[in-house]
């Protein structure tokens, strides 16, 4: 089992910075990746970033591209979403989602935490 509990959400106005955190707890020992998701209000939740975690390779989608960076600390079992130039459209619940290495499928998710970006 793992447990992941995510962090630094809140309000930001459009072209503000934001930085979540996400650590994992638990049978930790076979990590294959880590991602954000998000939900927007009345939308189906859509992938954000992801990180394989021993080649630490990145990818994002178009939406966030230049504007989002995911990164982890390998000894802390933690993964970070910096974002920085926010928009309005940004304003979601944002989840982390862990894969391990057996199912290589995002099978635990964190609780969530919200951003809103005001205009």
């Known amino acids: 089992q793992v447990h992941l509990v995510e962090s630094g959400g809140g309000l930001v106005q459009a072209g503000g910075s934001l930085r979540l955190s996400c650590a994992a707890s638990?049978?930790?020992?076979?990590?294959?990746?880590m991602a954000w998701f998000r939900q927007a209000p009345g939308k189906e939740r859509e992938f954000v970033a992801r990180?394989?975690?021993?080649?630490?390779?990145?990818y994002y989608v178009d939406s966030v591209k230049g504007r989002f960076t995911i990164s982890r600390d390998n000894a802390k079992d933690t993964v970070y979403l910096q974002m920085n130039s926010l928009k309005p459209e940004d304003t979601a619940v944002y989840y982390c989602?862990?894969?391990?290495?057996?199912?290589?499928?995002?099978?635990?998710w964190g609780q969530g935490t919200q951003v809103t970006v005001s205009s």
């Open positions: 638990g049978r930790t020992f076979s990590t294959y990746a």
């Open positions: 989602a862990y894969a391990n290495a057996q199912t290589r499928e995002y099978g635990y």
């Open positions: 990180i394989r975690w021993s080649s630490g390779s990145t």
